[in-house]
């Protein structure tokens, strides 16, 4: 029996790792499944608005978080959310445009809520 390693492939993977450039000249980047949205609740508790955040140069961006506690920190551990299918997303930019997504950035303190 032999612990002989077997030589690598010849030529490289079909699927470009993570952080690879592509032919495109974008960088490869894995998002997750679902995403949190911070969001407003309506008087009965049912979805009313998916939050956005104006930038300084005027554009609108939707704010994503890849787990609950990220959430927390960058939005208020009192902040509504909700979770959605990040395949999704353009179902939301088709009600509410949105230029950029942003994923686990911290809101702007005035829109945070705390229980604290």
Same mark, same amino acid.
């Given at each position: 029996?032999?612990? %002989?390693?077997?030589?690598? @492939?010849?030529? @490289?993977? @079909?699927?470009?790792?993570?952080?690879?450039?592509?032919? %495109?000249?974008?960088?490869?980047?894995?998002?997750?499944?679902?995403?949190?949205?911070?969001?407003?609740?309506?008087?009965?508790?049912? +979805?009313?608005?998916?939050?956005?955040?104006?930038?300084?140069?005027?554009?609108?961006?939707?704010?994503?978080?890849? #787990?609950?506690?990220?959430?927390?920190?960058?939005?208020?551990?009192?902040? @509504?959310?909700?979770?959605?299918?990040?395949?999704?997303?353009?179902?939301?930019? %088709?009600?509410?445009?949105?230029? #950029?997504?942003?994923? %686990?950035?911290?809101?702007?303190?005035?829109?945070? +809520?705390?229980?604290?």
């Amino acid at each position: 029996m032999t612990d %002989d390693v077997p030589p690598a @492939p010849d030529r @490289p993977s @079909p699927t470009p790792a993570v952080g690879d450039t592509l032919p %495109d000249g974008s960088v490869r980047v894995v998002s997750p499944p679902v995403v949190y949205l911070p969001c407003r609740l309506d008087a009965d508790g049912a +979805l009313s608005e998916i939050m956005m955040v104006r930038l300084d140069d005027g554009r609108a961006a939707l704010m994503a978080y890849s #787990a609950l506690d990220r959430l927390g920190r960058a939005c208020g551990d009192a902040h @509504p959310w909700v979770l959605w299918e990040t395949e999704r997303l353009d179902e939301i930019k %088709d009600l509410k445009h949105f230029d #950029a997504a942003y994923l %686990d950035v911290a809101l702007p303190r005035a829109m945070r +809520l705390s229980t604290s």
